[in-house]
T-cell receptor
């Protein structure tokens, strides 16, 4: 078990471009979460999947953001028409239903220029 | 409302104890967590406490929970330079899954 894996680790994009990030949770973890962390702040919850179902979305997740988990394993987070305010670390976490713990990946750092 | 607050910075001498404090507002929180983040890295879970406990000890780490005052603390005994990092307090809301509300983090600096 290699833990939660995120790809890419870093992404620099021009304003207005679309970006997509991938998260591979720990195998057999059916719960998956996306968080966003801006500089100097703690992570903020974005969305939660149980298997392939997206069960909660934060108000932070504007219409330009979409997350999917089509087969209940890996997940993608897409940001359309990126803005400078989207620059942040995007963290993915996974857990089992009986776990009290969520395990975080290393994150994808997005810089919008 | 949902709010977790922490002091922003703590400086300690190597070998001393560190105490990082946190206050939260949601009385329905089921679990409270301490995570560690080193520069450029993700979050590492250090320890957690269930809301009906008042203390948990795990090697050099001691967590104290005062549910009445909604106050959580993390004590690190014999602090080492490798403990230098940002420490986040987080509360897990009732609802059965790991939707966590994080504080802004406390930067711990350990000096010789």
């Amino acid at each position: 078990d290699t833990g939660v894996s995120q790809d890419p680790r870093h992404k620099i994009t021009k304003r207005g471009q679309n970006v997509t990030f991938r998260c591979d949770p720990i195998s057999e973890h059916n719960r998956l979460y996306w968080y966003r962390q801006t500089l100097g702040q703690g992570p903020e919850f974005l969305t939660y999947f149980q298997n392939e179902a997206q069960l909660e979305k934060s108000r932070l997740l504007s219409d330009r953001f979409s997350a999917e988990r089509p087969k209940g394993s890996f997940s993608t987070l897409e940001i359309q028409r990126t803005e400078q305010g989207d620059s942040a670390m995007y963290l993915c976490a996974s857990s089992l239903p009986q776990n009290t713990e969520a395990f975080f990946g290393q994150g994808t750092r997005l810089t919008v220029v | 409302g949902e709010d977790v607050e922490q002091s922003l910075f703590l400086s300690v001498r190597e070998g001393d104890s560190s105490v990082i404090n946190c206050t939260y507002t949601d009385s329905s929180s089921t679990y409270l967590y301490w995570y560690k983040q080193e520069p450029g890295a993700g979050l590492q879970l250090l320890t957690y406490i269930f809301s009906n406990m008042d203390m948990k000890q795990d090697q050099r780490l001691t967590v104290l929970l005062n549910k009445k005052d909604k106050h959580l603390s993390l004590r690190i005994a014999d602090t080492q330079t490798g403990d230098s990092a940002i420490y986040f307090c987080a509360e897990r809301q009732a609802g059965g899954y790991n939707k966590l509300i994080f504080g802004a983090g406390t930067r711990l600096a350990v000096h010789p």
